[in-house]
């Protein structure tokens, strides 16, 4: 096979690295290299706009199931498919998770409130649920984790499972309670040591969880949520390992939590990166057995990207960031149901939410190849880059004293919380791009009065309060709350587009204009052109609209901007599409409004509703 690809491409000349950039700013004609090309990422590294062999390190023996673990845990790629049951009537939650597990499910997580917690809770639950089949993980209030572990373990010693089958994870997260509920809670290796008892005749059974997704949906960057992550999980590990838990027992009851994001291939390096990491780290505690270094992942969708206009999207959004994990090789994947924002999730959400990774499973086949991005210059780029910038913030946050003093002092949702107000910020200007939200809008569509679900979670309030908890405000949040309180209003305000003038530039300008004003729930009037301006106008006022958008070329704004303001004035709101070198001129005649690609555009639609009085 060699010798005839060697006959093939061998009267073709080897192209350098230097050869193919000469090439590409040849084609620029001009224009600056960087500038152009290269992509100046959030996570701290930049990208460039190709890459070679050469760009490329990793090592050539290392194969998925090998220490580091950089290309899986195991030399096949299957995952399981995980869902949500939100626990409130017992024997409905025990039959919504059976008929889960007949439909291709085989994970589940039962999220219960801590007074509920008791061995009928756990019969009643678990009746006819066979726990060596299915994974089975449980969300509870910390306080009662460690009874409920105690109840587990009884309940499946009385069945007479064989418990070294026994798979899943009580979801103990002390730090991450005080992250997200602003909770302290003192001297948790008490109760990890209590559950590490109780699972110790069942090895697949974890105990401690990084719940890293919580920094994901307060909007980190992928950096950031990984190098915490490490962070986290080391503390953990230091801890217990310093209370006299043997390292081989206390990394093998660590189980993360991750996010996805919407940003494909990097999250597919991001987790490559983490195995890598972790790896290395646990490797300084020295474990007797190498495996004690692997990193276990469960990986959710992200709760930040989500929306609550034009739901469906949620669905795309969803797709690829399920498929960027399962193409990482983590260990199970949960899929938010696309109306997770504003309800509980309906059958028919649960349902797609579960066939979209059967469809990435039994009919892409990504469960069939082990780490399949491996050998990827892009992406072995991206997974160096992201563990440099991610092992930084780690080191960084050890020297500064461990991850839970840097929680204490409220750093690390400090910098979380920024990071996530600089991504609103960056949508409020359209440097970030939020389909159905701040571009490209549904023009007809309401909300049909949903509104942001919050979930439940029970709360001891005698725990001493932290600083700061992370924020759990989504990318879209703002823009949806400008547009539900046009709707909650009673009125839809009217856009007219006066164009006229240079075609292409007066439909361009008025395509932009409706896309920008239907974010805020106006209803925009689109038009072919006018002849006159007077014929605008008239048209304009016959439409009772609330605002006119004038549509037209720069040249010709010195034209017609005075004149149709003079024939609209305190008759509606009158607006310009773009910033024309006249712009001076047509402010010093009064006309103050204009919208184009540098404004803010969530700050702008808040001062035309507080001019239209909503």
């Known amino acids: 096979m060699d010798n005839n690809k060697t006959k093939l491409f061998g009267e073709f000349p080897a192209i350098s690295t230097q050869e193919w950039k000469d090439k590409i700013v040849e084609d620029l004609k001009g224009a600056d290299y960087d500038k152009k090309m290269i992509w100046k990422t959030s996570e701290g590294f930049n990208v460039k706009p190709f890459y070679r062999k050469e760009d490329v390190d990793t090592d050539k023996n290392s194969l998925p199931g090998v220490f580091p673990y950089t290309r899986g845990n195991k030399n096949n790629n299957n995952w399981r498919i995980r869902q949500d049951i939100y626990v409130e009537d017992v024997s409905i939650a025990n039959e919504k998770a059976k008929k889960m597990l007949s439909e291709g499910v085989d994970s589940l997580c039962f999220h219960i409130k801590g007074d509920m917690v008791s061995d009928k809770l756990i019969s009643t639950l678990l009746d006819g649920i066979n726990a060596q089949d299915a994974e089975l993980n449980f969300g509870v209030c910390i306080k009662k984790a460690a009874y409920l572990t105690t109840l587990l373990a009884e309940y499946y010693a009385t069945c007479g499972y064989d418990l070294s089958k026994i798979s899943g994870s009580i979801e103990y997260d002390a730090i991450g309670k005080e992250l997200s509920r602003g909770k302290v809670i003192k001297d948790y290796l008490e109760d990890i040591r209590l559950m590490l008892t109780e699972t110790k005749a069942m090895p697949r059974m974890r105990c401690v ?25 080391n503390e953990y590990l230091h801890t217990m390992t310093e209370g006299g838990i043997d390292t081989d027992t206390a990394a093998s009851k660590i189980k993360f939590n991750f996010g996805i994001s919407g940003n494909f291939f990097m999250e597919i390096a991001k987790f490559r990166a983490a195995r890598m990491l972790w790896s290395k780290i646990v490797e300084q505690y020295q474990p007797k057995n190498k495996t004690a270094c692997m990193m276990h992942i469960h990986a959710c969708t992200s709760m930040f990207n989500m929306t609550l206009f034009d739901p469906y999207v949620n669905m795309l959004r969803t797709q690829t960031e399920a498929m960027s994990a399962a193409l990482a090789g983590v260990e199970s994947v949960t899929v938010l149901p696309y109306d997770s924002v504003y309800e509980a999730p309906t059958d028919f959400a649960n349902r797609i939410a579960k066939n979209q990774q059967l469809i990435l499973k039994h009919e892409s086949h990504l469960d069939k190849v082990a780490d399949p991005a491996g050998g990827s210059y892009y992406i072995e780029s991206l997974t160096r880059s992201i563990a440099t910038e991610a092992w930084r913030i780690f080191l960084e946050c050890e020297e500064n004293g461990g991850f839970h003093e840097c929680v204490k002092r409220g750093e690390i949702t400090k910098i979380i919380n920024e990071t996530g ?116 106008v ?44 006249c712009t001076p001129q047509l402010q010093a005649a009064g006309i103050e409004n204009y919208i184009h690609v540098r404004v803010n555009v969530l700050d702008t639609l808040k001062k035309l509703n507080v001019a239209l009085g909503i």
């Open 421 to 536: 107000e600089n991504r609103r910020t960056a949508l409020a200007k359209r440097r970030e791009i939020l389909l159905g939200t701040n571009q490209y809008p549904n023009f007809t569509e309401t909300s049909e009065g949903h509104t942001q679900v919050k979930r439940k979670c029970c709360h001891d309030t005698s725990e001493q309060a932290c600083p700061t908890t992370l924020s759990s405000q989504r990318l879209g949040s703002e823009f949806e709350s400008l547009r539900l309180a046009t709707e909650k209003s009673g009125k839809r305000p009217k856009a007219f587009m006066l164009t006229i003038g240079n075609l292409a530039m007066r439909q361009a300008r008025a395509q932009f204009s409706c896309n920008f004003l239907a974010t805020a729930g106006y209803e925009v009037i689109d038009n072919l052109g006018f002849k006159s301006i007077e014929e605008g």
């Open 538 to 581: 008239a048209a304009a006022l016959k439409s009772k609209a609330d605002i006119v958008v004038l549509c037209s070329s720069d040249e010709e704004y010195a034209e017609y901007a005075i004149p149709t303001f003079e024939l609209l004035k305190d008759k509606v709101i009158f607006i310009i599409a773009g910033a024309p070198a």
């Open 209 to 233: 969880m990084v719940n890293a997704v919580y920094m994901c949906n307060a909007g980190a960057y992928i950096t950031q949520e990984l190098g915490y992550a490490l962070a986290w999980g």
